[in-house]
């Protein structure tokens, strides 16, 4: 019974105590990451890394041979990118959310998801540049003149889809007996280049009416 005591409470001896200490540190060292960005030292999870299987922080915590990954002299490892980006890379990896201080750019933000190879901030930079790209150049319409006959009409309002609404209805003389129509629609256009092919090709259908009258 003594000797059985004695292994219960073996543990407590200073050889197994620095033992339990070893590892108990392996432990920490498998779960934490340390990571030289920059010159900037950033120290996380590896779980919070590994948030994305695609991403180069995965495959550096996998340490994946290709990437040919060094360490600084604390064993952190080392990567030559801005360290004033990598934050809000590595808090939308920590809870899903993308946090920037007002003086940086999303630009510049994106640049660095794609470097990390990280699909939803990717998306997610992608739209919200998107979106402030929208705020700048508020809703415009295009128009566009069309020309048809009577019996034409009714056909081309019933199916006019994609935005487009009337306007406006200009009957045209023809012939002096059959009246045509110009049939002026619209609908709003929030990006620029797609305005200008509107504008073009609203410019040609013009003057090609113009023409045949």
């Known amino acids: 019974m003594s000797n059985q005591n004695e292994k219960q409470h073996d543990f407590t001896s200073p050889a197994n105590h620095q033992q339990f200490k070893v590892i108990n540190n392996n432990t920490l060292n498998?779960?934490?990451?340390?990571?030289?960005?920059?010159?900037?030292?950033?120290?996380?999870?590896?779980s919070t890394l590994c948030r994305d299987p695609k991403s180069f922080l995965y495959r550096l915590c996998e340490e994946d041979p290709s990437l040919g990954s060094d360490k600084d002299e604390s064993g952190a490892y080392l990567i030559d990118r801005d360290p004033t980006y990598f934050g809000p890379i590595l808090n939308f990896l920590r809870h899903g959310k993308l946090i920037i201080n007002k003086d940086l750019s999303e630009e510049a933000v994106l640049e660095e998801a794609e470097f990390y190879n990280i699909t939803d901030l990717i998306k997610l930079c992608k739209q919200r540049i998107s979106d402030a790209e929208r705020r700048s150049d508020p809703d415009k319409h295009v128009y566009r003149v069309m020309h048809c006959d009577e019996n034409e009409?009714?056909?081309?309002?019933s199916t006019m889809s994609d935005g487009w609404k009337f306007e406006q209805l200009i009957s045209v003389p023809y012939n002096g007996f059959q009246t045509e129509y110009l049939c002026v629609v619209s609908r709003e256009c929030t990006?620029?280049?797609?305005m200008m092919n509107e504008n073009s090709d609203r410019a040609k259908l013009i003057q090609q009416k113009a023409t045949g009258m």
């Open 153 to 157: 009409l009714t056909q081309m309002v």
């Open 30 to 46: 498998n779960k934490w990451i340390r990571l030289n960005v920059g010159g900037s030292i950033f120290l996380t999870t590896r």
């Open 191 to 194: 990006n620029s280049i797609k």
